[in-house]
């Protein structure tokens, strides 16, 4: 059951992820589910149409779900992003004491969840993150793909 409900959010994820490609970001979505299992925060790539270097889709789902709890701290809550995030994401998620994270595709290049570094597996940290990866990992990884060749014509 866990499963099916983790490719439904993901495909939540991922419908938010089509929202930055059709407005030419990097395509990547994220929501952030209360342990009722309510969306309480939503967000996609839009660090250029904000011009914000911050603007990436799990900070911008962060700061919806803070702002609608009224607490920073986001305990007993589950991140689902169709790309692994990045080192600024990853603390982010530490610092809110995300509970767990679902994770569509690994990032090779700036992953640090799994592919480079594991900062929310630290146990140096005084929190960790429940892990999970590869959720609807092939559509994850075609949306991706398929913005950058596009880049690339």
Same mark, same amino acid.
């Given at each position: ?19 930055? !490609? ?5 395509? @990547?979505?994220?929501? #952030?589910?209360? +342990?009722? &299992?309510?969306? =309480? ?53 530490? !610092? ?5 994270? @679902?994770?569509?595709? #690994?990032?090779? +290049?700036? &992953?640090?969840? =799994? ?39």
């Amino acid at each position: 059951m866990k499963q099916d409900l983790d490719s439904y959010y993901m495909g939540v994820a991922l419908s938010l992820a089509k929202k930055a !490609y059709k407005e030419d970001e990097v395509p @990547v979505g994220a929501i #952030l589910v209360d +342990k009722y &299992g309510e969306i =309480i925060g939503k967000g996609y790539n839009r660090p250029i149409s904000l011009c914000d270097p911050t603007a990436h889709a799990e900070i911008l789902a962060i700061r919806m779900a803070s702002k609608k709890i009224k607490n920073y701290r986001l305990l007993d809550t589950t991140l689902y992003v169709t790309l692994e995030p990045c080192p600024m994401c990853a603390g982010a998620i530490l !610092y809110a004491r995300i509970k767990r994270l @679902v994770i569509g595709t #690994l990032d090779p +290049k700036t &992953g640090s969840c =799994i592919s480079l570094y594991n900062i929310v597996k630290d146990e140096r940290f005084n929190h960790q993150v429940e892990l999970c990866y590869g959720v609807r990992q092939a559509e994850c990884s075609k949306l991706l793909k398929e913005f950058f060749k596009q880049k690339r014509i």
